[in-house]
């Protein structure tokens, strides 16, 4: 926004979505205040019963609220999410704060997270790097320097995710030598992830499409209309 | 089938992300259940809930695991 590449509006998208964090955090903590200091005699009994099943069944200790960990917010009403097109397993839905996923990179071991920068991000899993199109490549290549000049353009990182290990690609290739991303991003030869600056997942689809992925850039920063 | 003692609550239709929510979202609808009640009310709706409760599951032989089990340790 301060560089003139996203409306005013935006900034009330950033209320919006901390006020939906902020009421789950105030929920989490009242529920954890009532369980860890019980207001009535029948609330004390529960607690305590809880806490005496607790010892022998899993049950009973999924209930032992001492607390929950401060958690990111899966922010899926967001209005920066464009919608998926068609199916996908696990939690990474459109809003979803990314899960981490032991990769490697030129020969190193390193987190999915560390790899990403402050900019909006486009994963590319592919099964295959090396057999590309040439006009695929082009595309990302393109989308990626759009991004470095035009003042109107959004900056935008392309970034494969690949299960192989290949050596020569043009673009910065992650290797997920574990399947851990495939997992947990359910993803395929061919699936695309378009990723926020903050590591909220903004949205996705199981195969590239330019215009699609800058119509969701677009509603990401409230430039659609 | 026997008693299950698996973390098993769940709302139709709705999506959780953590695994802690749907028991928390059980354990907030349990309590207010009571909110302002005496205590001899709320033993009597403790007692109304695990008739209620007692014959939605129907199987004794799960149902007298149960009573044992919540007898133990007292």
């Known amino acids: 926004m301060v560089e003139g590449k996203a409306p005013p509006e935006l900034l009330n998208t950033y209320s919006e979505e901390r006020v939906f964090a902020a009421e789950e955090n105030l929920l989490n903590s009242t529920r954890s205040t009532d369980f860890i200091t019980p207001k009535s005699k029948t609330s004390l009994t529960f607690r305590n019963a809880v806490l005496s099943l607790a010892r022998n069944h899993a049950f009973a200790r999924a209930l032992v609220n001492s607390g929950r960990l401060s958690v990111p917010s899966f922010l899926t009403e967001s209005r920066l999410n464009t919608p998926d097109d068609g199916p996908f397993s696990g939690d990474m839905v459109p809003g979803a704060p990314m899960d981490d996923a032991p990769m490697r990179f030129a020969g190193q071991d390193v987190w999915l997270l560390d790899q990403l920068g402050r900019r909006f991000c486009l994963l590319v899993y592919v099964n295959a790097p090396a057999s590309l199109a040439a006009n695929t490549l082009a595309q990302f290549k393109a989308l990626a320097s759009s991004a470095a000049d035009g003042a109107a353009a959004l900056a935008l990182d392309v970034l494969l995710v690949s299960p192989a290990k290949t050596a020569a690609t043009e673009l910065k290739l992650l290797q997920d030598h574990t399947d851990r991303f495939a997992e947990r991003y359910d993803a395929q030869d061919g699936t695309v992830y378009l990723i926020r600056p903050d590591q909220h997942v903004a949205a996705r689809w199981r195969a590239f499409d330019a215009v699609k992925v800058q119509a969701a850039l677009a509603r990401a920063t409230c430039n659609l209309h | ?74």
């Open chain 2, 1 to 74: 089938m026997p008693l299950n003692l698996q973390a098993n609550f769940f709302e139709p239709g709705k999506r959780y992300f953590r695994a802690f929510t749907p028991g928390d979202d059980f354990y907030e609808a349990l309590i207010d259940t009571h909110r302002d009640l005496s205590d001899e009310q709320s033993a009597m709706v403790n007692a109304k809930l695990v008739l209620l409760l007692a014959n939605h599951v129907g199987d004794i032989s799960v149902l007298r695991e149960a009573m044992h089990i919540a007898r133990k340790d007292i």
